[in-house]
């Protein structure tokens, strides 16, 4: 479905999406955002995905940001690059932040620009140790849209402006040290990491890890008392899943989740 710029996957209720532009270091040409906003509608819309798995090809970068080619030859023949919130698609790191089920980044290599855009809009980050992370846009004129709005949410404002004012990038140990990745592990560990980790998180209730994602994302900045009375997502206490985890509980037997 999503053609050869964007691997696609399922097995056993986890979506695998690989950015496969290896050659240009992952870069997010338009042909690639248009894969991945068609893929977010994919796993929002099957029920037999419970989470998601974001990773680049090769081990070079997960994802450099936008193609500055594409853009250079877009303003040469006169077109407009594509600009934050506005044209017919829409913004693929809201899209990606609003998927309603647990996104995981696995970073293969660096993470730069909207690349690490992307991997912010991830609810889990684990990154290989040569990883490095950035937004260099101050250097090129552009204008890290989302990244202004998420980093001062995530870590220290005084660093977040840092890292934005200055451009630099900074090691996998550094994000680590900030809270911007959950994990750092050597190169040749990463798959295995990652997916014992994916399988962790897959192996609770479906429902329940909707109901968090929903509270997180839509209670973010409310106020407590609104936060507590949103009631968003599907309702794990009158389900199925949650009658068969209490008796597995009891029985002292895995639980068999369905999803509903």
């Known amino acids: 479905m999503s053609g050869d710029v964007l691997g696609f996957e399922v097995r056993d209720h986890v979506a695998y999406l690989t950015l496969n532009r290896p050659g240009r270091r992952n870069a997010l040409d338009t042909t690639l955002i248009a894969a991945l906003l068609d893929a977010f509608d994919t796993v929002c819309d099957d029920d037999d995905i419970w989470t998601m798995v974001l990773t680049g090809a090769g081990d070079k970068a997960f994802c450099a940001g936008g193609d500055l080619k594409e ?27 609003e998927v309603p ?14 690349g690490f855009e992307l ?22 004129g552009m204008g890290a849209n989302f990244a202004t709005v998420v980093l001062p949410r995530m870590i220290p404002r005084a660093i977040a402006f840092e890292l934005l004012y200055t451009g630099r990038y900074i090691d ?25 980790f994916v399988r962790e998180i897959v192996g609770n209730a479906p429902l329940t890890l909707r109901r968090y994602k929903e509270m997180f994302t839509k209670g973010w900045e409310l106020p407590v008392a609104a936060a507590l009375r949103l009631n ?29």
């Open 172 to 196: 996998a140990a550094r994000a680590l040290e900030l809270g911007l990745v959950n994990r750092v592990v050597a190169a040749e560990h990463l798959v295995t990491e990652a997916e014992s």
């Open 119 to 140: 991997a912010l809009a991830c609810d889990v980050r684990i990154a290989a140790e040569h990883v490095v992370v950035g937004m260099p846009e101050a250097k090129i």
């Open 101 to 114: 089920k647990p996104t995981v980044a696995v970073l293969n290599g660096a993470a730069v620009a909207g």
């Open 71 to 97: 853009f250079d030859e877009m303003a040469a023949a006169g077109r407009q690059i594509p600009v934050p919130m506005r044209g017919a698609h829409r913004n693929v790191y809201e899209a990606l932040l």
């Open 232 to 260: 968003v997502g599907p309702n794990p206490y009158t389900s199925a899943d949650r009658a068969e985890g209490i008796r597995a509980f009891l029985e002292k037997r895995p639980p068999i989740w369905h999803g509903r």
